[in-house]
């Protein structure tokens, strides 16, 4: 599942624009003033002002001036206007989005218009988002005075515009807001676009970072020379390296009337894309397309790993994205023909979210017997081996994710190559220990969870450990789907940093594997441990440190180029979700090869969001 749930999008807003502004105002968000203004002193940049929030913000005002550059009749409808005759000064934009919600629509681009109304500031997602707002005018009143008109010149968004540096830091004594912060255009990304907020603006020809999602929406890079991948992409770095170039683009026109193009990353959006700069709950500054170009395909195709060598085991790690046997056969045998074909049939495969026989139906059945003879037949048609499975099925709706789906991680192994250890099959609530046998750890439960009872694991999945035998040597796998990124603030959050809520709970849950994996080292120094799975967070995260505490393990992601660390693509940000981890046993004689396997983050068409990975050594 992605790291973060999107909501379906409302076809208007679900709340009135003044309940959101009386909230902001009950929170302290905004100031206002109960006077009124008149057309003389009042001009769009006046509106918008030299930071981000309205200094006329609960005003009415009167006869506002400006050309409309464009009408938006679907989601949250309305038009954006433009002054032509701008100020001075950089950091007061120009342009304002004019909210019309149920009204009819009576206004073209190019009409000349006077507008009365009542100067809002809109916040996508609601306060408890942090996300920053819109400025905005609602209640209006609109007087067409000519039309035909040409559109203000579009400002041009390329790399020599926008600034290296991502954002002020937040103010300590606000809570860490940057909105009551003077706009500094020349010094900070977000300052720029704020300062261009509801503007026309133009970017060139540029290479897609962030395939076209099944909202109609890309993401593109103005800066290609910023941490780019040889597929590419913009890799995220760390938390201080931000992508400033990244932006989203959406068009004017309904789907239903002009397709929204289909692009990868890599691809180039020839022509770029002009149009009135938005902020939205999905993505931030947004530019919403009245001409948009036309993508050229670069020819990205998926990734194939070889195939493990005789004396080599293979480890792999697939979230599969809530499959069940209500799914279409076709996606079935999409994913089972990349086990085969772009994983190269690993010998031990952990899958996070198998969900339970019937899917999200939400009627206590807890089994995944049919989800799993599902895919391990699809393998077999694909030309695979025939894999058997060892998993621990969850209490009913203890585990997240869908309510009814009861997703689970889940062990496929080719016993032609492995074999599985069964010791004592664990249930969903006993954990699995460590004890010496015959002069090695091995595991009291195989399978078992390890540490259920952890409040860290509370609504989320539990790790499943299971020991396998390759060649005479004996290796624990731990299966892992940490808590997701679920209620984190976006990168465009008016606080700055962002806050990052979801990262204490996986802090926890780290902390815990940590201590699984050493209890297994007291035991046996050099055992091979393998953690793998889809660990929501980043190679440089306090979670991997966590993880990696006291030498336990290390993360095998690092052992690639900066450049190639990613298994998925969230905003036009390719970085590192999924992860197999190794104790120090692990390739000790002869190393490892990992591959982060590129199939699905990076396209269109997927047949999940995470890419795969894999892990290879000689035990």
Do not use: C
């Not at 041009?156 to 706009?183: F, H, M, Q």
């Not at 496929?412 to 250890?421: G, I, K, W």
């Amino acid at each position: 599942m992605p790291h973060i749930s999107r909501p379906t999008r409302p076809a208007v807003r679900s709340a009135a624009v003044s309940t959101v502004v009386a909230t902001a105002l009950a929170a302290g968000l905004l100031a206002v003033s109960s006077s009124s203004a008149s057309a003389a002193e009042v001009r769009v940049h006046d509106i918008q002002g030299t930071t981000r929030l309205s200094p006329l913000v609960g005003q009415q005002v009167t006869d506002v001036t400006g050309i409309v550059t464009g009408v938006r009749a679907y989601g949250s409808k309305g038009f954006w206007i433009q002054d032509p005759k701008a100020d001075s000064d950089p950091s007061t934009s120009e342009g304002v989005f004019v909210y019309t919600g149920s009204a009819a629509l009576t206004v073209r681009a190019g009409d000349a218009v006077r507008v009365s109304g009542t100067v809002g500031e809109y916040v996508p997602g609601g306060e408890a988002s942090g996300n920053q707002s819109l400025t905005q005018l609602t209640k209006p009143t609109v007087t067409v005075e000519s039309s035909g008109n040409a559109l203000p010149a579009p400002v041009t968004v390329n790399a020599k515009a926008v600034p290296s540096a991502y954002a002020p830091e937040g103010d300590p004594a606000a809570g860490g807001s940057i909105n009551a912060l003077p706009l500094k255009p020349r010094s900070y990304a977000l300052d720029l676009y704020e300062s261009l907020e509801g503007m026309n603006v133009r970017v060139g020809s540029s290479r897609v970072v962030g395939a076209t999602d099944p909202y109609a929406e890309l993401w593109v890079t103005v800066k290609p020379h910023e941490n780019p991948n040889r597929r590419g992409g913009t890799v995220y770095k760390s938390y201080d390296d931000q992508n400033t170039g990244r932006l989203q683009i959406q068009q004017l026109a309904p789907v239903s009337e002009q397709p929204f193009p289909k692009a990868n990353v890599g691809d180039t959006l020839s022509g770029g894309a002009e149009g009135p700069l938005d902020f939205n709950q999905f993505g931030g500054y947004t530019l919403v397309a009245r001409t948009l170009g036309k993508v050229t395909d670069e020819g990205l195709v998926r990734e194939k790993t070889r195939r493990q060598a005789k004396g080599e085991l293979a480890v792999a790690t697939y979230n599969v994205e809530n499959l069940d046997p209500t799914d279409p056969q076709t996606k079935f045998d999409a994913l089972a023909g990349a086990v085969v074909s772009n994983l190269a049939s690993p010998d031990i495969l952990a899958l996070e979210e198998i969900q339970d026989d019937n899917g999200a139906k939400n009627d206590g059945t807890v089994s995944a017997e049919a989800t799993l003879k599902k895919f391990t037949d699809a393998i077999v048609a694909a030309g695979g081996p025939r894999y058997a499975w060892r998993s621990i099925d969850p209490q009913n709706n203890k585990d997240g994710g869908e309510p009814g789906g009861n997703i689970r991680q889940v062990f496929l192994f080719n016993p032609e190559r492995v074999s599985f250890t069964d010791r004592g099959h664990g249930d969903a609530t006993t954990g699995t220990g460590v004890v010496r046998s015959a002069g090695r750890a091995a595991l009291t439960l195989s399978p078992g969870r390890v540490d259920p009872a952890n409040t860290a694991w509370e609504d989320s999945r539990k790790p499943l450990a299971g020991e396998f035998s390759f060649r005479g040597r004996s290796v624990i796998v731990v299966a892992n789907h940490f808590g997701s990124k679920g209620g984190d603030e976006g990168l465009t959050s008016r606080h700055q940093p962002p806050v990052r809520s979801s990262e204490a709970k996986r802090l926890r849950q780290a902390q815990a594997v940590n201590s699984f994996v050493r209890d297994v080292r007291t035991v046996q120094k050099n055992a091979d441990v393998v953690v793998v799975g889809d660990v929501n967070d980043f190679e440089f995260s306090a979670t991997t440190q966590a993880l990696e505490s006291g030498g336990a393990l290390k993360s095998a992601v690092k052992s690639l180029p900066r450049s190639e660390r990613y298994s998925y693509v969230y905003q036009g940000n390719a970085q590192v979700l999924d992860q197999i981890l190794t104790s120090p046993g692990v390739g000790s004689a002869r190393g490892f090869a990992y591959d982060s396997v590129h199939i699905n983050a990076e396209f269109a068409d997927q047949n999940s969001d995470h890419d795969p990975q894999v892990l290879r050594f000689r035990p």
